[in-house]
């Protein structure tokens, strides 16, 4: 991929103790659809009691991806002591990010 072509995603943003906490937990695939969930002030995220595996990302504040993790099987921790913020959506075959790239929020909710 081209670093000056940023893509764009869909993002909702957990915010509050239980949005949080819930993450993507209590929701499917099929619910959820093309969307990102992000984790602003976050450096680590678990996939305890999860159903699906997740693609998860730590990035910069100014959306630089420090570290990508491809499809996370439910059960691990995941940590990034320079990231602001997390990214996770559930698994699939569609363009994430890898290391050293930026991409751009295209919708905020």
């Known amino acids: 991929m ?11 943003e957990a915010r509050g103790f239980v949005s949080r906490a819930k ?3 209590f929701t499917t695939p099929e619910k959820f659809g093309d969307s990102c969930l992000l984790f602003k002030n976050c450096s680590s995220v678990h996939t305890f009691f999860m159903r699906e595996n997740l693609d998860i990302l730590f990035c910069d ?5 420090i570290q990508t993790h491809l499809n ?7 940590t990034c002591g320079k990231a602001y913020a ?7 075959d569609a363009y994430w990010p890898k290391e ?10």
Do not use: H, M, W, Y
């Open 2 to 12: 081209n670093k000056e072509i940023e893509p764009t995603f869909k993002v909702l």
């Open 61 to 65: 504040r100014n959306f630089l991806v």
């Open 100 to 109: 050293g790239e930026r991409f751009v929020i295209d919708k905020f909710s």
């Open 72 to 78: 996370q099987k439910p059960g691990k921790i995941l």
């Open 86 to 92: 997390a990214l996770e959506r559930f698994a699939s």
């Open 23 to 25: 993450g993507l937990l």
